[in-house]
């Protein structure tokens, strides 16, 4: 069986003074959409053998967020497997990005379940900046060693 591969971007921010932000997308559709905690990812998405990981995650921050994905230095956070087996790859690129500009990329499933109707929920339905401290309390949990590798990349820099 072929592994399930997913790359994203994790977007940081530092304004003078102020402590880093990382931006975070919450989970749109039915499923998510009464949950905070836990219920908010690193824009990311599956890609197949055809495209390279970076190249995927750049493909997948523009549908899900809707704006183009930052220029870098792209900073390799690596790989985490996740609970279901898919590999996810994350790079973190500083960037600025207005939440509010954002025009989330949708998905379609049937919804009520077993109803027959098929219907168009949003992605991401907002993105949001957090400290990392707030960062962990909403991610999934299986992302958050990414917010620990970003922090601990940022922390040797100097």
């Known amino acids: 069986m072929t592994t399930k591969r997913s ?41 197949g053998p055809e495209e390279s990981a970076r190249d995927a995650a750049r493909r997948e921050f523009e549908e899900e967020v809707g704006l183009p994905p930052p220029d870098g230095p792209y900073l390799p956070l690596g790989e985490v497997r996740m609970t279901s087996g898919k590999l996810v790859t994350i790079w973190a690129v500083r960037a600025d990005l207005d939440p509010a500009l954002a025009v989330h990329g949708t998905f379609t499933m049937e919804w009520p379940p077993k109803s027959g109707r098929m219907e168009e929920f949003p992605e991401l339905d907002r993105v949001e900046w957090f400290t990392p401290q707030v960062a962990r309390t909403k991610l999934v949990v299986s992302q958050i060693p990414f917010v620990e590798r970003l922090l601990d990349v940022l922390a040797n820099e100097g």
């Open 7 to 47: 790359a994203g971007l994790l977007l940081f921010r530092r304004h003078p003074g102020a402590e880093v932000e990382i931006l975070l997308g919450h989970m749109g559709g039915p499923l998510w959409e009464r949950r905070d905690a836990g219920a908010w990812a690193i824009p990311k998405g599956e890609y």
